[in-house]
């Protein structure tokens, strides 16, 4: 079992130290115009503990769009109140391509690869939209309640630019639908869906909102929302398709359950010890953070805290 170092501040100082050359590489979102002016030199990390420590380094208490970040909580909320049900509406292999394609669709008759891709993430909503009658309502609930920060939200103005340029991720619902795999009406999760994306919180927000996926799915006040068994899946899927088309190279370099968004976020969890979140809105090719992966590379390397 790894044990983090008494000095955590030391340690995310030297971790900041050693990839301060790779902020600002990369390119920041821009296919969702909010996000584009976003400034690409930023750079936050946080790490909460199991036994209730809160660290953080650089711009770890900037709120920044948790975009497909939002899809762990998502999922996790879906499976907590719902159970085993999702699996019949979508799969948990690794897709090996775009989070927004459209290709495995149509061989794989509307049911998307996994929770985590855009296509996956819509059937996801459409069920928590079901079982809750306010699918984003739910989410923000679940992370307020974890944060106490009742001022947690939805940032409209990305939310708006992100459903004025989602004819891909409408494609993607129609295309489920057609198929039969979507209860509600598409336009209804749509903006259910953008919502989340647009939840705006910071890396210490986000990673002291996930340590139930560090304690075997409890939360802070001891309710479980996850069985144990339940929180090991939500970490696996996280492990194999958490960096979509990038996952092999990310569990390589990192080795932990991490799951990626497009506003540069990144929230990893060692199983039993921590969650960590890294921010800096560079981007790669598959869309994620390229000093985010390199911190995190850093993190688990300096603490031996790779699940492998
Ligand atoms: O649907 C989209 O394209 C965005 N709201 C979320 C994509 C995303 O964050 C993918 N992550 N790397």
Not at 15 to 34: E, T
Not at 131 to 148: F, I, M, P, Y
Not at 288 to 308: P, Q
């Amino acid at each position: 079992m790894p044990q983090l170092p008494a000095d955590l501040p030391e340690l995310l100082e030297q971790v900041r130290a050693d990839v301060a050359g790779r902020v600002g590489a990369g390119k920041v979102a821009d296919y969702i115009p909010a996000l584009a002016s976003v400034p690409g030199d930023r750079f936050g990390m946080a790490v909460a503990t199991v036994d209730g420590r809160l660290h953080g380094v650089g711009d770890w208490r900037e709120r920044f769009s948790i975009q497909s970040i939002s899809k762990v909580f998502g999922l996790a909320l879906t499976l907590g109140l719902d159970g085993d049900l999702l699996w019949q509406r979508v799969g948990r292999e690794p897709s090996g391509g775009p989070f927004n394609s459209l290709v495995q669709l149509e061989h794989e008759k509307g049911v998307p690869r996994n929770p985590f891709i855009n296509a996956g993430a819509l059937v996801v909503t459409d069920r928590l939209l079901s079982v809750t009658g306010d699918a984003t309502g739910a989410v923000l609930e679940l992370l307020r309640g974890e944060t106490g920060e009742p001022g947690l939200g939805v940032d409209s103005l990305v939310a708006e630019s992100e459903a004025a340029h989602g004819d891909l991720n409408a494609a993607l619902g129609y295309f489920i639908s057609a198929h039969g795999n979507m209860d509600n009406p598409v336009r209804s999760v749509l903006a259910h869906y953008f919502r989340q994306c647009a939840i705006s919180m910071s890396c210490g927000e986000l990673a002291w909102a996930a340590l139930f996926l560090a304690r075997h799915g409890s939360l802070h006040d001891g309710r479980r929302l996850l069985s144990e068994v339940q929180a090991k899946r939500v970490n696996a899927v996280m492990l194999t398709c958490g960096a979509y088309d990038a996952a092999g190279e990310f569990a390589y370099r990192v080795g932990l359950p991490g799951k990626s968004g497009v506003g540069g976020g990144i929230l990893a969890v060692v199983p039993r010890l921590c969650t960590v979140c890294v921010w800096s809105p560079g981007l790669d090719e598959q869309g994620n953070s390229i000093a985010g992966v390199a911190a995190l590379e850093r993190f688990a390397d300096l603490t031996g805290s790779s699940v492998f």
